[in-house]
């Protein structure tokens, strides 16, 4: 959450309970509040939790609702201009009469509290997918989740904001192991009220840095009153340290500056237009604009090399299959050894 910036996390399957929250809080409280659900039964299994990050969200004044345990649950908060926000975190069933009955239970239990204030954002795992193309191989789910799910929706307002942004992109959260069958399917999603969703940018599916079978679905939230920020002052990029020409140039510019200083005569009247000052001054800013300049070439590789990296990864599974497939075909033909050993095909006219 301290590297990617991340104010909201909400986490299914958190199989959290109090003596692990403790522990949780003795290493991470100074930094990280969590809210969690438990399934009454055991800690072990389901689970859903909303973890703060004190350094970029507002968590002295939160309060939390259980709607299913360990399913479902609100937190209500105070977003950055201190305006209330209400976050829904889900981790459904996997079973699709017990998932239809799951997201008709939350519908109800608003339905029963019309004051209540619906949420600004929902997400989580919902175990099941709207739509063929989010799942590989491409299938439809149960008409009896799809509906309810639809249902929910509509009654809340909230649409799925990745989709809205890419609707023919193919691209999923959870990956079966190859031992499991591979399927792939777009299960973890977030949705936000239709009025937000244009102050939410960045929606992106990334891969977390812990060992699981789910990836993580991010996306960057503003308000209408969030005051504009510029780009800031210029800052010497890290990776130039170690460009062995802007160092060398550095190394000769910094040798005149001291040849140059050594001139100065430390008695008499100092001379306004050169002195220790001002030859300090040009040096840095002759340093400055060579590394500027380095910057404009070395980056764009950076960045390019970023690009590819990215274009693979988002690249639709489809596509990525089909081609590594004619690639090997290409590469890697059948040895001969192993054509050999296929007995010919008679015909009939052969076996007759």
């Known amino acids: 959450m301290r590297e990617q910036k991340t104010g909201v996390l909400i986490v299914g399957e ?29 800690a072990n299994a389901k689970g859903v939790a909303i973890v703060l990050n004190k350094n970029m969200v507002e968590t002295s004044d939160i309060t939390t609702e259980e709607i299913v ?10 977003d950055m201009n201190g305006d209330p926000l209400s976050i829904l975190g889900v981790y459904a069933p996997n079973a699709p009469g017990e998932n239809a009955a799951f997201l008709d239970k939350i519908k109800q ?3 029963e509290r019309p004051g209540r204030r619906r949420p600004d954002y929902a997400g989580g795992d919902w175990n099941n997918v709207p739509d063929a193309i989010d799942r590989l191989p491409s299938r439809t789910d149960n008409n009896g989740p799809v509906n309810a799910l639809d249902d ?14 890419y609707p023919t992109t193919c691209a999923y959260t959870y990956h079966q192991f190859e031992v499991q069958g591979g399927a792939q399917s777009r299960l973890d999603r977030v949705y936000a009220k239709r009025d937000n969703f244009v102050n ?3 929606w992106d599916i990334q891969t977390v840095g812990i060992e699981t079978d789910h990836r993580m679905v991010s996306v960057k939230i503003s308000t209408e009153k969030s005051p504009t920020i510029g780009h800031g002052r210029w800052v010497w990029p890290a990776h130039l340290t170690r460009d062995k020409t802007l160092a060398k140039y550095i190394h000769e510019k910094g040798l005149e500056l001291q040849a140059e200083l050594e001139e100065i005569p430390i008695d008499g009247v100092q001379n306004p237009q050169r002195n220790a ?8 800013k002759d340093i ?17 090399e970023i690009a590819v990296l990215e274009g693979e ?39 007759s």
């Not at 000052?277 to 840095?284: A, V």
């Not at 004619?326 to 006219?349: A, G, L, Y």
Request: proline share 7%; aromatic share 8%.
């Open 277 to 284: 000052q001002t030859l300090w001054m040009e040096f840095k």
């Open 109 to 111: 239990w608003y339905m």
């Open 152 to 165: 929910l929706m509509n009654y809340l307002g909230l649409i799925d904001g990745w989709r809205e942004t």
């Open 313 to 351: 990864r988002k690249e639709d599974p489809r596509r990525k299959e089909t081609r590594q497939r004619d690639s090997h075909r290409k590469i890697s033909p059948p040895p001969k050894e192993e054509v050999q050993c296929v007995p010919p095909q008679r015909t009939n006219k052969e076996s």
């Open 69 to 78: 345990a360990g399913r479902a649950m609100i937190l209500d908060m105070l």
């Open 200 to 202: 939410t940018f960045e």
């Open 288 to 304: 400055g604009a060579k590394a500027r300049e380095r910057a404009k070439i070395l980056v764009p590789k950076i960045v390019q």
């Open 14 to 42: 958190a199989h959290m309970n109090d003596e692990r929250k403790a522990d949780i809080d003795n290493l991470f409280g100074r930094n990280l509040r969590m809210e969690f659900s438990k399934d009454p039964r055991t």
